[in-house]
């Protein structure tokens, strides 16, 4: 799992760091980045692709990251912004805000994935990169265990939605929800399965709930942005 960041070390680059996100294919809420730099040749002990891990090992895993990263950086983007630049553009501009937060910076960056996000360091994609890369593997579990506590915080916000059981992804329970309610501040209203929703009559029942929590959800982004 080690052999780029062996290559890249032969080479002289020693703060490589790897890049991934979470939460590209939901209906709801952000896209979160995360860029992780090991210590070179730093072993973790089960770290994998978030995916295949369950959420208590999830969170294990993510206290012995931040335990030891040389550093880390998170990056937001929006449900407007994933409408407005749509879902990879978004993608990357959370990657590249998540870049920009590391400190020290990287020498080189490792991407998950097929593109690349704008950034003066040197980088290479790499598809599938959780399962080649130990930093891209750590940096889908910080984005994952981050997006997840984020989703936790709008369940209490928006609990007829479910968030915390489905994290804003279109499960069963999730689209009744929809069609019962419609879209909250926080639903992408240009994915399908949402935007069938957003001139349904019956969204007029909560739009004071929607004004009245669009300035705490604003808020849950700009605390989250200070903290990184």
Same mark, same amino acid.
């Given at each position: ?16 760091a790897?890049v991934?996100?979470? @939460?590209?294919?939901? #209906? &709801?809420?952000?896209v979160?980045?995360? %860029?992780?730099?090991? *210590? +070179? ?47 990879? @553009?978004?993608?990357? #501009? &959370? ?5 920009? %937060?590391?400190?020290? *910076? +990287?020498?080189y ?20 990169g ?8 750590a940096?889908s ?10 989703m ?6 928006f ?21 019962r ?48």
């Amino acid at each position: 799992m080690r052999g780029y960041e062996a290559r890249l070390w032969g080479l002289g680059f020693r703060l490589i760091a790897g890049v991934d996100e979470a @939460g590209r294919g939901s #209906l &709801a809420g952000p896209v979160v980045a995360a %860029a992780v730099i090991l *210590p +070179p040749r730093f072993k973790i002990e089960g770290l994998a692709d978030s995916k295949k891990l369950c959420s208590s090992r999830r969170e294990e895993l993510f206290e012995e990251i931040q335990a030891n990263a040389l550093a880390m950086g998170l990056g937001i983007a929006e449900a407007e912004t994933v409408d407005a630049l749509n879902v990879l @553009g978004a993608s990357l #501009l &959370a990657m590249e805000r998540a870049i920009t %937060a590391l400190h020290p *910076p +990287p020498d080189y960056l490792l991407i998950d994935g097929n593109h690349l996000p704008s950034s003066p360091f040197p980088k290479a994609a790499l598809p599938k990169g959780e399962d080649q890369s130990p930093a891209i593997a750590a940096a889908s579990i910080l984005a994952k265990v981050t997006r997840d506590r984020l989703m936790a915080i709008y369940h209490r916000m928006f609990p007829q939605y479910g968030f915390l059981r489905h994290k804003g992804y279109g499960t069963r329970d999730h689209m009744e929800a929809l069609r019962r309610y419609g879209p909250s501040p926080i639903h992408r209203r240009t994915f399908r399965g949402v935007r069938e929703h957003v001139e349904d009559s019956r969204q007029s029942s909560v739009l004071g709930l929607q004004e009245s929590a669009r300035a705490g959800a604003t808020g849950v982004f700009n605390l989250l942005r200070t903290d990184d």
